[in-house]
């Protein structure tokens, strides 16, 4: 167990639609960082908090966004969902802004419809 | 449990055999590197990094081997257990001062008992 949660476990919605994945990170850890893990991509870093504020962005899109809140937990929003969006959504912390070593939550597995 | 690839290279060992999982990686400026584990329906767990100013580190039962002339770098496993049957990914930290991974596309091993 690495510490960190990720809720839902699954989810399934229908295209069009709008949901919120939750993560809590380890016990002092600062820093969420949002991974989405397709068949034909693979794992694909999406966005970075550190500390309530955007550290980094990689390949998300513009229908998703992030947020971390002031007790640290991060949500996830993806909205306008596609069918190619269907895809594993991990959660993973660190100690700080430029820690290496990450710590994955189980992932929520979205299934869009 | 859930698949994280359908077209995954794969490396079936024999327990008790060693294992060397290959990774040619992207970026010649990449710092830092790591190995994580995927278990089947779990998030990834690290394994072992090394930094680019060495060229072997050995961690319990894992080696990892970084040729940077070639980009290339290598997991070894000893006495390759069941246990070890997972999907295993390189990733490497491509912007110096972030702390984001850029993951490899992932190798899964399968142990015969």
């Known amino acids: 167990d690495s510490g960190v949660t990720q809720t839902p476990k699954h989810l399934i919605t229908a295209t069009g639609q709008r949901v919120t994945l939750r993560c809590s990170p380890r016990?002092?850890?600062?820093?969420v960082y949002w991974y989405q893990q397709s068949l034909d991509q693979g794992l694909q870093f999406l966005i970075q908090?550190?500390?309530?504020?955007?550290?980094a962005k990689g390949n998300i899109l513009e229908r998703f966004s992030a947020q971390q809140f002031p007790d640290l937990h991060s949500e996830l929003n993806l909205s306008s969902l596609e069918l190619g969006d269907s895809a594993l959504y991990f959660c993973?912390?660190?100690?700080?802004?430029?820690?290496?070593?990450?710590?994955f939550g189980p992932g929520t597995r979205l299934t869009v419809t | 449990g859930e698949s994280v690839g359908l077209h995954l290279p794969t490396l079936s060992v024999q327990e008790g055999d060693n294992s060397i999982i290959n990774c040619a990686y992207s970026?010649?400026?990449?710092?830092?590197f790591i190995w994580y584990k995927q278990e089947s329906g779990k998030g990834p767990q690290f394994i072992i990094d090394?930094?680019?100013?060495?060229d072997k580190r050995q961690g319990q039962r894992v080696t990892v081997l970084l040729n940077k002339t070639v980009k290339h770098l290598s997991l070894q496993i000893a006495a390759t257990q069941p246990g070890d049957s997972a999907v295993y990914f390189c990733?490497?930290?491509?912007?110096?001062?972030?702390?984001?991974?850029?993951f490899g596309k992932g190798t899964m091993l399968l142990v015969s008992p």
């Open positions: 993973a912390s660190s100690l700080g802004a430029s820690s290496y070593e990450q710590y």
């Open positions: 016990s002092g850890d600062l820093s």
């Open positions: 908090y550190y500390n309530g504020e955007e550290r």
């Open positions: 970026n010649s400026a990449s710092d830092y």
């Open positions: 090394i930094r680019s100013n060495m």
């Open positions: 990733a490497e930290n491509m912007h110096s001062g972030y702390s984001t991974l850029t």
